[in-house]
């Protein structure tokens, strides 16, 4: 019975809310309590011939107990607590008017009324009941000072009768609204404990989470950095070897063999390269650099790249400069060769007549570069997805056109890498356009002048060592330096180098990273710490994020990745040997 009850009472408390559930349980308490003290006075006060405060203290009884159930089962329990404490203050203050003013015992009633009035409201209401029942004691107090009279006090017998109701019922007041604050701050505490528990335990899983996370993505990043390096050393010596080999002499047939190698080659070291730089870009550890870029020279070298290919299916290739463009900027050679280079790709695979043109303009303070072909378009549904990572147009093109899904989203980070933007437009069977924005700044006519091609001889007679513990590589490595008349001396691991060092005395050192006995970052230390000035360039299939970091910490001077391009290699030797630290002087 005294359960359903309770339900009855806490029905209209939002679920979950113990403080309203709290102040709608006093506000049911001060309704029984108004009843159990008020109608007793009702009925006194009515015997002892006095029917205005009888019915004025009735009245105020039942507007608190009707309120009360009216505005609660209405979800309305703040009207509803302050109908009732009102209906309490008023109801006291009746009855000390009728019994004598202050030296009523029933005053002791009026200094609960700003306790209940916070409990079944909140504070502010109950700071105004308060500063109520303070008002109204120093006006009970003023006007016996001033001898103005108040009813007499009840005969003696009433009286005793009335302090054995007031007092008891007081002090069961008082434990009741203790009580009921108790048991609910007992739930509360009980429900703290509880989602602190689970709270604890939530954690726990999360924290296991986390470290199963790093721990996955630790195996990844290893799993990546293993093939990667697998990968890569011997893709240098079938890529070096086939461009060895087609500057040989040839017959028609054996060179387009070997040159279906090379792309073949550079198709697979593209897929490695997407698929490493998406982890870069990911885990957030992309480099860009800021360097002058020959636009005339870069876009030549593409076209010239896809030339052949173009040219198998009947299309026209080209690039081109807008009026007032700019041909030399400061940007990252190595990334918008990689962006344009995906596009015109890209552009390539789908396009099956017409043409594949790159433009090149200036707006405002943006360097613009737009990709166009005449091929078949994208859906408009399309044209978002595509820049998804492993997301093409639909399910037939991987299987018709090949690819990974990775090229237009690497692009696109790129892109935003570089502080730029890249976006599409496209017509289904009318073509595409992929427009690269870039913030424009151009680079300085002097520090242009130092990225001119290394003319022939350039360099003849400087001493390179190469510090390779593969031989396939150690022999493609010095091919390509032999085509620029250099000095080769090689070394088997990080051991020989320092030997070698000492002895030859070279002008450049290209190291391996992973070599036996010593590898080369401890043998750069050791190069360094003997005293060694030289460049020392890695030269290396270690390409993971933070490699080239790893490189520089241990006094390396400049990072090249394999399978190495032999541009690649010739820009760092001029860069390295043209305007690089001297060679060190023999002991």
């Not at 607590?81 to 009523?104: D, N, P, Q």
């Not at 356009?433 to 151009?442: D, E």
């Not at 000492?502 to 590898?519: A, E, F, G, N, W």
Request: glycine share 8%; hydrophobic share 50%.
């Amino acid at each position: 019975m005294w359960k359903k009850v309770i339900a009855w009472v806490d029905a209209p408390a939002p679920a979950g809310d113990p403080v309203s559930r709290a102040r709608i349980r006093v506000q049911h308490l001060v309704v029984f309590l108004l009843n159990a003290v008020g109608l007793p006075y009702v009925v006194l006060f009515a015997a002892l011939g006095l029917p205005g405060p009888a019915a004025v203290l009735a009245l105020v009884i039942a507007t608190g107990t009707a309120g009360l159930l009216l505005l609660t089962r209405r979800r309305r329990p703040d009207e509803g607590g302050r109908v009732v404490s009102l209906g309490f203050f008023f109801t006291i203050t009746v009855a000390l008017v009728g019994r004598g003013g202050m030296t009523s015992n029933s005053a002791a009633w009026l200094l609960l009324a700003p306790v209940l009035a916070f409990m079944m409201v909140g504070p502010r209401h109950g700071v105004w009941i308060g500063a109520a029942t303070a008002g109204e004691f120093a006006l009970f107090w003023a006007l016996e000072m001033v001898g103005v009279p108040f009813p007499a006090g009840l005969p003696a017998d009433a009286a005793r009768w009335l302090i054995v109701v007031d007092y008891p019922i007081i002090a069961l007041t008082i434990s009741a609204l203790l009580r009921t604050q108790a048991s609910i701050w007992d739930g509360v505490i009980v429900r703290l404990d509880v989602a602190n528990t689970s709270l604890e335990e939530e954690v726990v899983v999360r924290q296991q989470a986390e470290r199963d996370a790093l721990a996955a993505a630790q195996a990844r990043y290893t799993f990546l950095a293993t093939m990667s390096h697998e990968i890569r050393t011997p893709l240098n010596g079938v890529l070096g070897l086939t461009d060895v080999l087609l500057d040989s002499q040839l017959t028609e047939d054996q060179r387009n063999l070997a040159s279906t190698v090379r792309d073949s080659g550079q198709l697979l070291r593209a897929l490695l390269d997407d698929v490493l730089d998406f982890s870069k870009i990911d885990s957030g550890q992309l480099e860009i650099e800021a360097v002058p870029v020959d636009l005339t020279a870069l876009t030549g070298d593409i076209v010239r790249l896809w030339a052949a290919a173009a040219a198998e299916r009947g299309l026209e290739m080209t690039a081109g400069f807008e009026p007032g463009a700019p041909r030399n900027v400061v940007s990252d050679p190595t990334r918008l060769r990689q962006i344009l280079g995906n596009l015109v790709s890209n552009a390539l695979k789908f396009t099956e007549k017409g043409h594949v043109s790159i433009r090149v303009a200036a707006d405002d303070d943006r360097l613009v570069i737009r990709v166009e072909d005449t091929g078949i378009g994208v859906a408009p549904e399309s044209l978002e997805q595509i820049f998804e990572p492993f997301r093409q147009a639909d399910s037939t093109t991987t299987r018709k056109h090949g690819g990974t899904g990775l090229g237009l989203a690497i692009c696109r980070r790129l892109a935003l890498a570089m502080d730029g933007a890249l976006t599409i437009r496209s017509e289904v069977g009318v073509g595409t356009t992929f427009t690269l924005a870039l913030p424009l700044k151009l680079a300085d006519p002097v520090a242009m002048a130092t990225q001119d091609a290394l003319p022939a001889g350039a360099l003849s007679g400087r001493r390179v060592l190469v510090a390779e513990d593969n031989a396939v590589n150690r022999m493609v490595i010095r091919r390509l330096l032999e085509r620029h008349e250099l000095e080769v001396v090689l070394a088997e691991d990080g051991e020989a180098c320092v030997e070698a060092w000492r002895t030859h005395r070279p002008d450049l050192i290209l190291m391996d990273c992973q070599m036996p006995v010593l590898d080369g970052y401890d043998a750069t230390r050791r190069l360094r710490a003997e005293g060694a000035a030289l460049p020392i360039v890695a030269l290396t299939a270690n390409t993971m994020p933070g490699d080239r970091a790893r490189c520089l910490e241990a006094g390396m001077d400049d990072h090249l990745g394999k399978p190495i391009r032999a541009q690649e290699l010739a820009e760092a030797l001029g860069r390295w040997l043209e305007t690089g630290r001297a060679a060190d002087e023999p002991a």
